[in-house]
């Protein structure tokens, strides 16, 4: 199947420092590109949906300014989590459809990058 | 709006045993479902999907789901549990192939020898 790669794996960072994780489609190109959030022990949420060439789509209760995605290329989504305090300390996890999956629904998944804020 | 209910937080079954994990649907169109398995610190993993055509679906490592329209469910069961099955499974709903997913709360898996 098609690989998303994400880097960090992990990071530690301190308060009010900005973090960006990158996100790339290895051997496919993706236009949308989704970005998740995930809490200890939690589902998923959806954070905002990352569309190359243009502005990400936000979820309601999302905080644009806090959390700034950039698609600038069809392999290479960031997420930059800006000032951070620990209250974002998460694990973040990016996800993208291949040509086949835009036909299945089906999305492939990042392997995730936990942020630590201390 | 669609939504996804796992039924049961956590399971405990013992190796060898059936696996069974409840996910029921609400969706004002006929959805598209998936499972994923997610492993300790890692990303999401599809087990199987359902799209159309036969309702039960066969995935990786021994799993299947079978949807069933009247009961708007889509349980995942593996007959026989092994060890490396412990890990978080995921149910996920999508309206179209195109559409967001939404998962379930997820069920935690525990194999107990």
């Known amino acids: 199947g098609a690989v998303v790669s994400q880097h960090p794996s992990r990071v530690i960072c301190k308060s009010g420092t900005s973090v960006k994780i990158e996100c790339r489609s290895l051997?496919?190109?993706?236009?949308?590109m989704f970005w998740y959030r995930q809490f200890p022990k939690k589902s998923l949420m959806l954070m905002a949906t990352?569309?190359?060439?243009?502005?990400?789509?936000?979820e309601q209760g999302v905080e644009k300014d806090k959390f700034l995605i950039n698609h600038a290329s069809l392999t290479l989504s960031t997420l930059t989590v800006t000032s951070a305090h620990p209250e974002d300390s998460s694990f973040y996890i990016c996800?993208?459809?291949?040509?086949?999956?835009?036909?299945?629904?089906?999305?492939?998944f990042g392997e995730g990058s936990r942020l630590t804020v201390l | 709006a669609q939504s996804v209910t796992q039924l049961g937080s956590h399971v405990s079954v013992s190796e060898g045993a059936l696996v069974l994990l409840r996910c029921n649907y609400s969706s004002s169109v006929p959805p598209y479902l998936f499972w994923y398995v997610q492993y300790p610190n890692q990303g999401l993993q599809l087990l199987l999907k359902?799209?159309?055509?036969?309702?039960l679906v066969k995935g990786i490592n021994g799993f299947e789901a079978e949807f069933k329209k009247s009961e708007t469910s889509f349980h995942l069961t593996k007959p026989s549990a092994h060890m490396s099955d412990a890990a978080e499974y995921f149910c996920?709903?999508?309206?179209?192939?195109?559409?967001?997913?939404?998962f379930g709360a997820g069920t935690q898996v525990v194999v107990t020898p």
């Open positions: 051997d496919f190109q993706a236009t949308t």
């Open positions: 996800s993208a459809r291949d040509r086949e999956g835009r036909v299945t629904g089906e999305l492939f």
């Open positions: 990352s569309n190359e060439g243009s502005k990400a789509t936000y």
């Open positions: 996920a709903v999508s309206k179209d192939s195109w559409g967001k997913l939404q």
């Open positions: 359902y799209t159309t055509g036969a309702t």
